[in-house]
Each structure stands twice: as structure tokens, then as C-alpha cells.
């Protein structure tokens, strides 16, 4: 069945310490975004990406990079420098820009501080 | 600064009423309003969207009402079923990179 992977479901950071977040889809799909989630503040756009090797900056994206090496896979890095990363992350992607098609999501990554 | 601002937090009806959902925005640059549902760990699905030039859309039990000259536009859940007890989410999507803004969320629950 074709769909998004988050993994890993769950993961803790210690202080100071970068962690990759990973997602992968086999939808074929050319666009893709990461978001974070927080209680009673819905989900925010920390990076998406319309097509390989290109990436753009969403509402928050500062202490996170990402890649986009492969059409299927999109990574998300949070680094040290975000200092408040508790979070549920989740991945989503879409057929491509200028398309209403709907963005299908992961089922998240809840990243929790050591 | 919040561009899609939903009500309420939270609701709770009793089984076989209807659920209302309430949102609003600012930006006219959006062009597309849909409505996602999520359960507890697990991603939102889509529930049902609306373009701008179309006042409603009834898909089974749930129904948009769109109101462009107010910029509102409301989910309503006939018949609500426990099932449904769920996190609801209006978003608008706007540009060509297709982004999505989302509300804040209301968490409904129905009470058998």
C-alpha cells in the first residue's frame, strides 16, 4: 500500500545533541512538508520541498535543516539550537505545487528531551 | 499572527446531534479549504474540502458552508456518532507551493 513512513515513532534528545527525524513515501509524490505540532496551536510549517535538491524555509524554521536528496525521502534534522523541541512532528506530501491535491500525512514522530 | 482562527477548543454532543465548527481568515490569497480530522497519535486524513466559489459541499454526514464575503466557513457533522470523537482542523491553502495554514484545532467528543 503506497503511503508515508515516519520513523521513529518515538525518540528522545539530550542536551546539546542533533536527532534526525526520518520520512519516507512511496506515493510518487513530488512535494514535501514537515510540520510540528503542538497542543492548542494546530500544526506549523517548518520546511517544505517542491522538487529534489531544493527546499524552502516554513513559518519555523529555525533549529531545524532538512535534506531532499531522493524523490521519496525527506529528513528532518532538529538541532541543538532549538531550544523548546518537545513536539509531535509529522511529514506530509502532495502530487505537486499548483495541484489542490490533497497532502497526505505520516503518522508522526513525538520527540521528547532527555 | 494566527490566519485561520477556529472555535471552539473543544465541544462535546451527544450522539446523533449535530457538531458545528467554526472557522474564519483573513488572507483573500486563499484559494482552497479543507478540513482534516485526526486521531490521538496518528496523522490528520482529509475529511472534505471547498473551493471559494462554492457556498456548500455534502459529503455523507458531513456538510462545509462556505460565506467568501464574510470570510467563515464552517464543518457540520449530522448525526454524530462516537466514532467521530476525534481533533478537527480547518486549514486554507494558498500560492503554489500549496501551503497549508491550520487552525488550532477543536476536539470533539460525542457521548454515547
New interface residues.
Given amino acids: 500500500d503506497g503511503g ?1 513512513t ?1 520513523s521513529p515513532k518515538y525518540l528522545f534528545r539530550k542536551e546539546g545533541q542533533n536527532v534526525t527525524l526520518s520520512c519516507e513515501q512511496n506515493l510518487n509524490h513530488d ?1 514535501m ?1 514537515w510540520y510540528r505540532q503542538d497542543p ?6 517548518i520546511y ?1 520541498s ?1 522538487i529534489v535538491n531544493d527546499f ?1 524555509k ?1 513559518d519555523i524554521a529555525e533549529g531545524y535543516s532538512v535534506s531532499r536528496e531522493k524523490k521519496e525521502s525527506f529528513p528532518l534534522t532538529v538541532t541543538s539550537a532549538q531550544k523548546n523541541p518537545t513536539a509531535f512532528y ?1 511529514c ?1 506530501s ?1 502530487r505537486g ?4 491535491q ?7 514522530t513525538r520527540l521528547s528531551i532527555l | 499572527q494566527q490566519q485561520v482562527k477556529q472555535s471552539p477548543q473543544s465541544l462535546i454532543v451527544q450522539k446523533g446531534g449535530i457538531s458545528i465548527i467554526n472557522c474564519a481568515y483573513e488572507n483573500t490569497a486563499f484559494d482552497y479549504f479543507p478540513w482534516y480530522q485526526q486521531f490521538p497519535g496518528k496523522g490528520p486524513a482529509l475529511l472534505i474540502a471547498i473551493r471559494p466559489d462554492v457556498s456548500e459541499k455534502k459529503e455523507g454526514r458531513f456538510t462545509i458552508s462556505f460565506n467568501k464575503s464574510a470570510k467563515q466557513f464552517s464543518l457540520h457533522i449530522m448525526d454524530s456518532q462516537p466514532g467521530d470523537s476525534a481533533t478537527y482542523f480547518c486549514a486554507a491553502i494558498a500560492g503554489s507551493a500549496r501551503q497549508l495554514t491550520f487552525g488550532s484545532g477543536t476536539q470533539l467528543t460525542v457521548l454515547p
Fill in positions: 508515508i515516519q512535494a512538508y492548542g496551536q494546530g500544526l506549523r510549517l517544505y517542491q524552502q516554513g509529522l506530509a502532495t505545487f499548483n495541484s489542490n490533497p497532502q497526505h500525512f505520516g503518522d508522526g
